[in-house]
Every structure is written in structure tokens, then in C-alpha cells.
């Protein structure tokens, strides 16, 4: 048997097939079992219970997406790439609506987030961090990263809402403008006076700066978000 014929992929597999089919109604450990072609002991001992072999299911749709996600060279303007990136999203959530509502639509509070999940936030941090550097964010990363997330992931589960054939796409990119006006500069800091777009990209570079102890840094850090926070 191979890798990708266990039972784990084969459940996997049957789910999303499911998902994408019927939705989350049309997931039921019978139903799963049946396509799967194992017993419903197995998926309870893979799973543990219906929400485990859901959680499993979205943490395979986020893999999926980052795959999308880290075959995408970066250009030189960060500003466009973060335009590509949200693009990218919104593409992947129209195409797999069902997993897509698993990963975004349904977030528990308190829940642990899927390692692919923490990956994906972590490549939108670096989306922003890297606008920071280039001197064209105005607000700070963290909050930056929070309007991204919430604008886009929130437009998209609207999108799948709608009828395909009504379905308004230009809403995506009014969105996507809007927020991206919201947290970025037309041009670099270093061209317009005053201290806050300074200290934003000074802040974005710290981490890699070496010739400051850790507590320097963490001086330097607390500094910098006085200036850029102000």
C-alpha cells in the first residue's frame, strides 16, 4: 500500500469530495467511511470524532493553499505582491468554497489553529513586514496584518455566498484597494518628513539588526513603537 493510499489520505480524500459536493451536511462519519471504503472505528481512531476528521480536512485545504502561496516569486514591490497574495486567496476560497469555510468561516474561539494555519499567518506577516522595510506602511504591522486578514477573508466568504452567476467580483477588489490604501504610503518614508513612517520601517528591520544586544533590542524595540503607535 502506498503513502497516499492509507486510510488517513483515503479518508481525507472522501471528505473533501464530500465537502465539495454537499458541504459540511454531507459529511457524516457513515458517509465518509462508505466513500473511503474503511470502518467507522478507523476514522474514530485516526480523528478521534466527526470535528477531528473536519479540523483535518481544513488543515489539507490549508496545505493546499500555501502550496499555491510559496510557488509565487516575490517581485520587487511589496505592495503588488501583497495584491497577488490577496488575489491568490480570494481565487482559492471560490474554488473550494466548502474547505474554504472550514478554514475561515468556522474558527472556534480558543481553538488551536492548524500548524498550516499559523504558516499561512505567518507569510502575511512577512507580506507586511516587508512593506514596512520598504518604508510604505502607516500603521503598525500587527494591526496591518489583523485589517488584511479579517477584509479579506471576510469578502471572500461573502463571495461564496452569492450565486456563481451573480456573483460580483469588482467587490473583492474595491476591498482589497481600500485596505491597502488604508495601511500603505504611495511612496517610501525616507521621501516624506516625519518620525512615524521612520520608526514603522526601522521597527520592520530590527529583528535582523546584530550589532544590538537583546535587551538593546528590546529598548530599541519599545522606542520604536512609541514613535510609530504615537
Known sequence: MSVDDSPR??????????????????????????????????????FGDKQGLLDAAAAEGFAAYLADKTDVEPTDDPVEDLRAG?????GFGLANPAVYLLMYGEQRPGAVLPPAAVAGAEI?????????????????????????????????????????????LELSVLAREAVIAAITTDAPAAREPGPV???????????????????????MREWLDRIADA
Open 197 to 219: 513612517a521612520a520608526a514603522v520601517a526601522m521597527r520592520a528591520a530590527l529583528p535582523r539588526t546584530e550589532a544590538l544586544s537583546g535587551p538593546e533590542r528590546g529598548l
Open 86 to 90: 490577496w488575489d491568490l486567496h480570494l
Open 124 to 168: 502575511l506577516a512577512a507580506h507586511i513586514r516587508r512593506i514596512a522595510e520598504a518604508g510604505r506602511l502607516r500603521v503598525p504591522e500587527e494591526r496591518a496584518a489583523q485589517l488584511v486578514h479579517a477584509a479579506g477573508s471576510g469578502t471572500t466568504v461573502a463571495l461564496i455566498a452569492q450565486p456563481a452567476e451573480r456573483r460580483d
Open 9 to 46: 489520505e483515503r479518508i481525507l480524500a472522501a471528505t473533501t469530495t464530500l465537502l465539495a459536493e454537499g458541504g459540511r451536511e454531507a459529511v457524516s462519519t457513515r458517509a465518509v467511511a462508505a466513500a473511503a471504503g474503511v470502518q467507522a472505528p478507523t476514522i474514530y481512531r485516526l
